[in-house]
């Protein structure tokens, strides 16, 4: 029997959605990519634990997309089930005693920072700019303006693929810059923040300053992935792209941006491939003239079917 036969029946919660032959370019804020062979918005642990016995019987690959907001997506798609944490997997929970915040995975980084900020709890105003969800922020501890997400974190809860969860402290975690060893789980539901109380005032007002800097800094109107690089150490990879006057450079409908170096904006209906051969001149282009090489920070799915 085809998995794809079989993969309905896993399907227990109301507001749980499953689609075949789901387009990731619409889930995916660079706008590019081929067909996930399953597209599933999971709202329940029991059913993700079900998504983890099925990925195990029947040898399917499944990639946890968050947002979409950090991932390019081959232009063949993806294999697998591509899943979204919806409802449960994406609630907010605060106890107000102890300033701590119990979030889900799928929750969106803009959300839980306007969140705190209209309950004057400090810590995430940084977020508000980043468009991924939580589950990615972890795993990448995602960062910007000095803060990372990894910072304000005291617990993770991971699950493993027998669909068991697991509770990791903040040192278990071990995050990193742009990286954690949270990638190694089957998927990450949620994490426990310990946060600063403030005044609304003051929290909302440091939340929107930065987002004010982010829009006088990057490109926000045009779809793309966030940075394509991580930046070496004790430089800026968009400050070295700018330098060797790649700014604007074109292939396909692929383009660095004119105003941040590290963004490659999909401006005419480009492909993964417009992407990743922008990106291989890049790094030849920087390494020949700095002699450093730029790793990616964006993450892959479709390339090979490994998960
Ligand atoms: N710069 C240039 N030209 C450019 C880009 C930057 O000269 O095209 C210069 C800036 O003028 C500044 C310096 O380089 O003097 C650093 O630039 P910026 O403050 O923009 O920071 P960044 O190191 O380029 C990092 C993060 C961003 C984050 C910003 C703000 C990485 C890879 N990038 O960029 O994160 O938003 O700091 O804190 O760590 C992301 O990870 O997706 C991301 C966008």
Avoid at 47 to 73: C, D, K, T, Y
Avoid at 280 to 304: C, M, P, Y
């Amino acid at each position: 029997m085809d998995w794809k036969n079989a993969l309905p029946d896993i399907v227990t919660h109301p507001s749980s959605r499953l689609r075949f032959g789901e387009p990731l370019a619409k889930h995916t804020f660079f706008g590019i990519g081929g067909e996930a062979a399953a597209y599933f918005e999971v709202g329940t642990l029991a059913e993700l634990a079900a998504v983890a016995h099925f990925h195990r019987q029947w040898e399917v690959p499944v990639a946890i997309i968050g947002r979409g907001s950090n991932m390019l997506v081959s232009d063949t798609g993806f294999n697998g089930i591509a899943v979204r944490l919806i409802g449960e997997l994406a609630k907010l929970e605060i106890d107000e005693n102890a300033n701590a915040v119990s979030v889900g995975a799928g929750v969106s980084l803009p959300r839980l920072s306007k969140s705190m900020s209209q309950r004057g709890l400090s810590g995430v105003e940084f977020t508000l700019g980043i468009p991924g969800a939580v589950g990615g922020a972890l795993i990448m501890n995602a960062g910007a303006w000095g803060s990372s997400f990894g910072d304000v974190v005291t617990n993770v809860t991971v699950m493993n693929d027998t669909g068991a969860l697991t509770e990791l402290s903040h040192a278990e975690a071990q995050f990193e810059y742009r990286h954690s060893g949270l990638s190694a789980y089957f998927c990450v539901t949620g994490a426990t923040l310990s946060l600063e109380p403030g005044d609304v005032e003051t929290v909302t007002a440091q939340m929107q300053a930065f987002y004010k800097q982010k829009i006088a800094t990057q490109p926000f109107a045009e779809e793309n992935a966030g940075c394509i690089f991580k930046n070496p150490p004790g430089d800026s990879a968009g400050r070295l792209i700018d330098e060797c006057g790649l700014k604007g450079y074109r292939i396909g409908g692929a383009e660095v941006s004119t105003v941040h170096g590290n963004f490659i904006l999909n401006v005419d209906n480009a492909t993964a491939a417009d992407v990743l051969n922008l990106v291989a001149h890049i790094q030849t282009q920087v390494r020949e003239n700095t002699g450093l090489s730029l790793q990616t920070e964006v993450k892959r799915l479709g390339f090979d079917e490994a998960h």
